[in-house]
């Protein structure tokens, strides 16, 4: 279920678990102070019927730190074999952000 363009909660190994798309950001629709910005209700949109329509979803984690200071994993969500965090770029609903090595492996493919 997509909580927001950049921040899905999934099953994972059995688990609720909250993640945090590496390397995107996209338009606020939750946040307590910057509200909902422009774009942000159509990436969220994006971003839940990719997830929710996928018969299959991958959580692929990079080589740097798993999860975030609020606990959320930091990782490339693949919905049918489709990477969310490249599809969300390339139809101009997020940009490249939060690039912090080790965790870059797939910014060239992002840009």
């Known amino acids: ?46 971003t839940k019927k990719m997830v929710e329509n996928a018969n299959k979803i991958e959580v692929e984690f990079d080589k740097g730190q798993r999860t975030d200071k609020y606990g959320r994993g930091l990782a490339y969500i693949y919905a049918d074999g489709k990477m969310v965090n490249e599809a969300l770029v390339r139809q101009g609903l997020a940009k490249v952000a939060y690039v912090y090595k080790p965790n870059n492996t797939h910014e060239q493919l992002l840009r």
């Open 1 to 46: 279920k997509a909580i927001d363009g950049d921040t899905v909660k999934l099953m994972y190994k059995g688990q609720p678990m909250t993640f945090r798309l590496l390397l995107v950001d996209t338009p606020e629709t939750k946040h307590p102070k910057k509200g909902v910005e422009k774009y942000g209700p159509e990436a969220s949109t994006f």
